[in-house]
């Protein structure tokens, strides 16, 4: 018997809700995709409004009810997948108390400094803080990015607000507590504060790390699993979304856990890279690593008892956004009319990559010398630098828009075989890799990074909804419907599968050489331009 599941994917860009249909197979029925904006301040700030969250989560259920006949009353359940490392503060009826701040926010950087970088240090951070931290976490807060230094931040800078913080939640969170009135947070966004701890056996919120960074315990919410039930959808929230009341809302994951689980990696050094606005390369692990020198850290996986390994591009398919909104504006939009193209923002994303992956496709493999760094909102990892920014590197008099454009493709995949050979500096990575998010879609854009890396690349049949694809089976998980963990990668179909082309090896093994200089001879010159931030 079919049974029906509703997946939300809240992004950066927009939300998603998909729903499922789960049997023998996991079948997408029907989507619909409302965007949000981002608002990107000039002191480096990055925040977006849990009302517009919601508002397109509403919007969204009730257009894929309408699209795909299914009455509200064959919805079984609902679960979450959401961008990661936000802040959520709210108050003691749930409100939140300001705009939520994104994962891109990096004001903390003083407050960080303060809590890291003060006394005897090891990999430049205070070795008493470090120690503890890796000891009790497994990691260390150490990205200007991180959750804990945007809390210290509103603790420093909104004192009148954080006077009334009940709670500290992350996107899905907060959506979550609309969903069930239930103040609660899965453990993949818990181990993301580095003050939970993650030790075997262990499992809740640190005292002791509280303590060392100035955090109350007491904002610390309930911690629940992944495929645990918050609660039941309340009479207000079914309301709002057009479903029935008291359906279960299950705890879901953030976007890096769920797309990994949505792309089949549920076993020890199963490796995938995703390209969306952000972007990662991540190996599913059984015990927990870390390596400072390259800012790569072990977070929890979907699947209990294992990990991801996983190293951060913090602006991945958004450099193909401002590609489209700076580089290319008048030639995408002559390509769009001639294509009739309606306003539709699924369309639109759709023939976007067909137009990158006409004009790429014009260019010889190296962009004709032209290298992009694809830093546009500062880097995670191998360097964390919020200070990095984009270069074109080499222009000369016969360099056109149209090298520039793949120059910025193949900067991007640059860039996740930099984090593939780090992480394989400690993990053993075989010669496969899937490859999700938008990236995926494109053939061209595949076998790009299947020159560049190496190794062949398994693109998704379904590459755009893969986080919810990974939040439709935690549902169906804790709904019963599938049995295990070890049924899931069946679940998953593929689209197509690229071999590595060697004649196209020697170009790229001389262009990654000159990209992977690029920062060191440029970091304090971006310090210089862009270190104001406070």
Same mark, same amino acid.
């Given at each position: 018997m079919d049974r029906y599941v509703l997946a939300y994917d809240i992004g950066t860009t927009g939300a998603k809700t998909c729903l499922y249909k789960i049997g023998g197979s996991l079948e997408l029925v029907a989507s619909d995709l409302c965007?949000?904006? @981002?608002?990107? @301040?000039? *002191?480096?700030?990055? %925040?977006?409004?849990?009302?517009? /969250? /919601? *508002?397109?989560?509403?919007? !969204? !259920?009730? =257009?894929?009810l309408k699209e795909s006949g299914v009455p509200a009353d064959k919805i079984e359940g609902l679960s979450f997948c959401s961008q990661m490392q936000g802040l959520v503060l709210v108050d003691k009826e749930g409100k939140p108390l300001r705009r939520a701040m994104s994962y891109m926010d990096q004001r903390g950087g003083l407050q960080q400094k303060r809590g890291l970088k003060r006394g005897v240090k090891i990999a430049g951070m205070n070795a008493f803080r470090l120690l503890v931290s890796l000891f009790l976490t497994g990691g260390v807060s150490a990205s200007v990015k991180d959750p804990l230094w945007k809390y210290k931040w509103v603790e420093d800078n909104e004192p009148e607000i954080f006077s009334r913080v009940h709670k500290w939640l992350d996107v899905k969170e907060a959506l979550i507590l609309r969903c069930t009135d239930r103040f609660v947070m899965t453990d993949d966004s818990a181990n993301a504060t580095f003050i939970y701890n993650t030790r075997k056996g262990v499992r809740s919120w640190s005292r002791t790390l509280c303590r060392i960074f100035g955090v109350k315990s007491s904002h610390m919410p309930e911690i629940i699993g992944a495929t645990e039930s918050a609660g039941g959808l309340t009479e207000s929230a079914a309301e709002s979304l057009g479903l029935k009341a008291g359906i279960p809302v299950f705890g879901g994951g953030g976007d890096l856990t769920l797309i990994s689980l949505g792309s089949g990696m549920t076993e020890e050094n199963d490796t995938h890279i995703y390209m969306g606005t952000s972007g990662w390369v991540a190996s599913v692990l059984k015990n927990r690593k870390v390596d400072l020198d390259s800012m790569i850290a072990s977070i929890f996986g979907a699947r209990p008892g294992y990990y991801n390994y996983i190293g951060e591009q913090e602006t991945s398919g958004k450099c193909l956004e401002w590609v489209r909104d700076h580089l290319a504006l008048d030639s995408i939009g002559i390509y769009l009319e001639k294509k009739e193209i309606s306003e539709d923002p699924e369309t639109v994303y759709n023939t976007l990559y067909e137009y990158m992956s006409e004009v790429i496709s014009e260019v010889p493999p190296g962009s004709n010398g032209v290298i992009f760094t694809p830093w546009l909102h500062g880097n995670r990892a191998p360097f964390e630098d919020p200070n990095a920014r984009g270069i074109f590197f080499n222009i000369n008099l016969n360099t056109g828009k149209r090298d520039m454009i793949r120059a910025v493709v193949e900067g991007m995949i640059f860039h996740n075989r930099w984090l593939l050979e780090s992480i394989e500096k400690n993990v053993p990575v075989g010669d496969v890799v899937r490859f999700a998010g938008g990236g995926a879609r494109s053939d061209v854009t595949c076998q790009i990074l299947a020159d560049i890396t190496g190794k062949t690349v %398994? =693109?998704?049949?379904?590459?755009? *909804? !893969?986080?919810?694809?990974?939040? =439709?089976? @935690?549902?169906?998980?804790? @709904?019963?419907i599938i049995k295990g963990y070890e049924e899931v990668k069946a679940l998953i179909p593929l689209r197509k599968t690229f071999q590595p082309r060697k004649e196209n090896r020697h170009i790229y093994n001389k262009n990654f050489a000159v990209f992977k200089r690029l920062y060191g001879t440029n970091k304090k010159s971006f310090s210089q331009l862009n270190g104001g931030h406070k």
């Open positions: 965007e949000y904006p @981002l608002y990107i @301040l000039d *002191n480096g700030g990055a %925040e977006q409004d849990v009302e517009d /969250w /919601w *508002n397109a989560m509403t919007v !969204t !259920t009730r =257009a894929v %398994e =693109a998704l049949a379904d590459s755009k *909804n !893969t986080g919810a694809a990974g939040a =439709a089976i @935690l549902c169906g998980l804790g @709904l019963g």
